[in-house]
């Protein structure tokens, strides 16, 4: 394989695909993919979604027909009705990747932290925190809305008072959030997630942050939610992290509050704006009180108290 023989192929959906399905739907062509993404456009949930893959080499549209076609009845997903004129298949450009990701993904700051990718060869800003996340994960580099909401939440209770002894970081993804938590207390943290690949992003993040894994620092596993044999040893938890979607928040709103300490903080996130009010009524209903609400964008972040 050269870099002449690549080539992209993009293909907008309809909008009424989930976050799920999309990315099932983006999994059919993975065995022959190097790499694939999805996103809507303009960032907006209204908006349609664009997919994109990289081949080594340039498909037959009618073939990646047949095989998105199986995907969507293996996991019975709704019909795309793509037609062989709907992808947009060209030759990859031949670019420095490294440029174009520091191009795309330059530092930025939340607060006191300072985050950027391993490209980046600058100063760190003095008296900022620095947090090193690489872009090129599809678990999260600090750049979406509810990120950012959860981080400021963080810095918001330290600024408070708030000193966890014991943190979790459900869902972690890259594990950016319980890299911060950890970088602003010092606290043992108890990262999960139901991918192993997060998991391993996350081990690689702890290590160029320069944290070491494993007791009082940071724990990243690999299990099914509050399911996970760890998340029963370990608790309870005085914070509890939660950036991951409006439905699965919701359903596990009893056993997240199950293993919170009393006078503990749970800070929940992965919703629209229009979705927070159901978020917030689920953890009422388990006792909890909304202290504070964050939208960035047409993204929420709830703080809730269990007392």
């Known amino acids: 394989m050269t870099q002449d023989n690549l080539h992209t192929i993009r293909l907008n959906i309809k909008t009424d695909y989930s976050d799920?399905?999309?990315?099932?739907?983006?999994?059919?062509?993975?065995?022959?993919?190097?790499?694939s993404a999805a996103q809507r456009q303009d960032r907006k949930h209204t908006k349609p979604w664009t997919l994109e893959w990289i081949f080594p080499e340039k498909p037959e549209a009618?073939?990646?027909?047949?095989?998105?076609?199986?995907?969507?009845?293996?996991?019975?997903?709704?019909?795309?009705?793509?037609?062989?004129?709907?992808?947009?298949?060209?030759?990859?450009?031949?670019?420095?990747?490294?440029?174009?990701?520091?191009?795309?993904?330059?530092?930025?700051?939340?607060?006191?932290f300072f985050i950027h990718g391993s490209h980046y060869?600058?100063?760190?800003?003095?008296?900022q925190i620095e947090l090193k996340i690489d872009a090129a994960t599809a678990f999260g580099s600090g750049e979406h809305e509810?990120?950012?909401?959860?981080?400021?939440?963080?810095?918001?209770?330290?600024?408070?008072?708030?000193?966890?002894?014991?943190?979790?970081?459900?869902?972690?993804?890259?594990?950016?959030?319980?890299?911060?938590?950890?970088?602003?207390?010092?606290?043992?943290?108890?990262?999960?997630?139901?991918?192993?690949?997060?998991?391993i992003v996350t081990k690689r993040h702890a290590q160029m942050n320069g944290v070491?894994?494993?007791g009082s620092t940071l724990t990243a596993i690999c299990g099914d939610g509050f399911n996970t044999p760890e998340v029963s040893q370990k608790k309870p938890y005085e914070l509890i992290?939660?950036?991951?979607l409006a439905g699965p928040v919701i359903e596990m709103s009893g056993d997240l509050v199950a293993v919170m300490d009393d006078n503990s903080y749970c800070i929940l996130s992965g919703m629209l704006v229009e979705?927070?009010?159901?978020?917030?009524?689920?953890?009422?209903?388990?006792?909890?009180?909304?202290?504070?609400?964050y939208d960035i964008g047409e993204w929420s972040t709830l703080v809730m108290h269990k007392a």
């Open 212 to 214: 070491k894994l494993g």
């Open 146 to 199: 509810t990120t950012k909401g959860c981080i400021q939440a963080m810095l918001d209770l330290k600024g408070k008072g708030l000193c966890p002894w014991n943190v979790l970081d459900m869902g972690t993804g890259s594990g950016i959030l319980a890299l911060a938590a950890w970088k602003l207390w010092k606290t043992p943290i108890l990262a999960v997630d139901i991918e192993e690949e997060s998991v």
């Open 241 to 244: 992290l939660a950036n991951i």
């Open 121 to 127: 060869q600058g100063n760190i800003p003095p008296q």
């Open 20 to 35: 799920e399905d999309i990315m099932l739907l983006a999994e059919g062509l993975a065995d022959e993919a190097l790499s």
């Open 62 to 112: 009618k073939e990646l027909i047949a095989k998105l076609a199986l995907q969507v009845a293996v996991h019975n997903l709704p019909d795309p009705n793509v037609k062989p004129e709907d992808f947009l298949i060209e030759k990859t450009p031949d670019i420095n990747w490294l440029e174009k990701s520091y191009q795309e993904f330059p530092p930025f700051s939340i607060g006191p």
């Open 275 to 293: 979705q927070a009010d159901l978020v917030a009524s689920a953890y009422e209903g388990e006792g909890l009180t909304l202290k504070k609400k």
